[in-house]
């Protein structure tokens, strides 16, 4: 009698942890489709990691058509081929919008269209430090394409360029921060988030034009049009009128 009690219990001591492996894996399965958007947003490091690795070439495979579909007549319709040979965006912090403007060789830069900053932190004026979460203020380079982005897809900037290191090394600061960019989604700790439809249409063009064809100017407004706004920080560094003259000059030779 013993020994057949002792293989019941056993039987149901195997059921038991058969049951507790099992129900765990039920609950994921019926709540995967809940988490996986969370944990994406979450942590999408993790994501990244996970996913394949890009390189531009797939990017431009992959969303090139459909960019070209949705933008090129824009570049027609200014007398202007696709893809333009020169490239500038323009971003008012105030305004929180960026600005495309176009050209070819033989012509004068046009302005093509406009997109939204989703997201984007600080206040207004220049960067000064690492970990001060301000969007620079220059004139700018893109420097690099990450095909395989935390933001979807983004493009590098080269803060700190020359003027900002010239300007850290006056003041005796250091430590002024890098890794600036213009990216996708909706989130933006000290850079330019237009979503994840803008970063692609500016991505492949910036792409096909060539990075060395490609500045960005970053302004606290649009100084065509009226000067230093409201929300400026009461101590700009002594050197901000240096600063906007450039950005100024820059402004002035682009048609509103």
């Known amino acids: 009698m013993g020994g057949i009690m002792n293989k019941v219990l056993e039987f149901i001591r195997k059921r038991l942890k058969l049951v507790h492996v099992l129900v765990p894996i039920i609950i994921l399965a019926i709540a995967a489709p809940m988490i996986k958007p969370w944990f994406s947003r979450t942590f999408p490091w993790v994501v990244n990691r996970l996913r394949k690795e890009y390189t531009v070439g797939d990017r431009l495979k992959e969303f090139g058509k459909a960019v070209e579909s949705r933008t090129s007549s824009l570049y027609t319709s200014n007398s202007l081929t696709w893809p333009p040979t020169t490239i500038i965006y323009v971003c008012f912090k105030d305004a929180r919008e960026l600005l495309v403007y176009a050209g070819n060789d033989d012509k004068a830069v046009k302005f093509i269209r406009k997109y939204p900053v989703l997201a984007s932190s600080g206040k207004l004026g220049p960067k000064l430090k690492e970990g ?86 970053i302004s606290p407004t649009d100084f065509r049009k009226k000067e230093l706004p409201p929300g400026l920080p009461e101590q700009l560094p002594k050197w901000h009128d240096e600063l906007y003259s450039q950005i100024r000059k820059e402004l002035m030779l682009l048609p509103e």
Request: contains cysteine; aromatic residues 6%; proline residues 3%.
């Open 132 to 217: 001060d979460t301000q969007i620079p203020e220059g004139i700018y380079r893109i420097v690099s394409l990450n095909p395989n982005s935390l933001y979807h897809l983004s493009m590098e900037i080269d803060y700190p360029n020359e003027f900002d290191r010239q300007k850290a090394g006056q003041d005796g600061r250091s430590k002024i921060g890098s890794d600036i960019f213009i990216h996708g989604q909706v989130a933006s700790i000290g850079c330019i988030s237009i979503g994840n439809e803008a970063i692609e249409d500016l991505f492949v063009m910036s792409a096909l034009t060539g990075i060395k064809k490609i500045k960005v100017i």
